[in-house]
T-cell receptor, first 108, second 115 residues
Framework: DAKTTQPPSMDCAEGRAANLPCNHS???????VYWYRQIHSQGPQYIIH???NNETNEMASLIITEDRKSSTLILPHATLRDTAVYYC?????????FGAGTILRVKS | EAQVTQNPRYLITVTGKKLTVTCSQN?????MSWYRQDPGLGLRQIYY???????DKGDVPEGYKVSRKEKRNFPLILESPSPNQTSLYFC??????????????FGPGTRLLVL
């Protein structure tokens, strides 16, 4: 059962901010929102996670709406190396259920 | 360097010939997990382990075995491989996170072809 809904693909110009949306309208109170990405066939890479508050780290920012039903991952200055499949996952505990994700293409 | 290693990275084998894919992590993580990735089906969890000697089935455990005798190692065993187990396999580890969020580290993947 898909807990999240993401657009299948997005394009972004190099150097611009990439904003990737995710809907998770059935999220439970104790579930976290995680973002991972997978570049080609490499192992998925953790980006960021959050519960209620907005979060920022060296890779990205995560904006979670007040009702927690949706979130946005922001890559502030996308580069060609950010081209990947981005997965939004909601879960409690360690179990990650990967959906189809969003293919982000960063173009020069 | 914190990492999850898998061996072998590539493997071609024949139906029925037992094989083991090793996974090792150097971060003292309690939690380890195996996934397989197939075109159109995404990543699916095979087995996971919350700690030494504690393992449980994921979503697609049929045809696989695991063991967790040491904290750092979590081998995936295919007793009698079949062509439908041809896939890209990933091992992952993290601290246990029942009450908070933790990032999971993934290995580089093992590409298996069963003829």
């Amino acid at each position: 059962d898909a807990k999240t809904t993401q657009p299948p693909s997005m394009d972004c110009a190099e150097g611009r901010a990439a904003n990737l949306p995710c809907n998770h309208s059935t999220i439970s109170g104790n579930e976290y929102v995680y973002w991972y990405r997978q570049i080609h066939s490499q192992g998925p890479q953790y980006i960021i996670h959050g519960l209620k508050n907005n979060e920022t780290n060296e890779m990205a920012s995560l904006i979670i709406t007040e009702d927690r039903k949706s979130s946005t991952l922001i890559l502030p200055h996308a580069t060609l190396r950010d081209t990947a499949v981005y997965y939004c996952i909601v879960t409690y505990g360690n179990k990650l259920v990967f959906g189809a994700g969003t293919i982000l293409r960063v173009k020069s | 360097e914190a990492q999850v290693t898998q061996n072998p990275r590539y493997l071609i084998t024949v139906t029925g010939k037992k094989l083991t894919v090793t996974c090792s992590q150097n971060m003292n993580h309690e939690y380890m997990s195996w996934y397989r990735q197939d075109p159109g089906l995404g990543l699916r969890q095979i087995y996971y382990s919350m700690n030494v000697e504690v393992t449980d089935k994921g979503d697609v455990p049929e045809g696989y075995k695991v063991s967790r005798k040491e904290k750092r190692n979590f081998p995936l065993i295919l007793e009698s491989p079949s062509p439908n187990q041809t896939s890209l396999y990933f091992c992952a580890s993290s601290r246990t996170s029942r009450d908070s969020g933790w990032d999971q580290y993934f290995g580089p993947g093992t590409r298996l072809l069963v003829l």
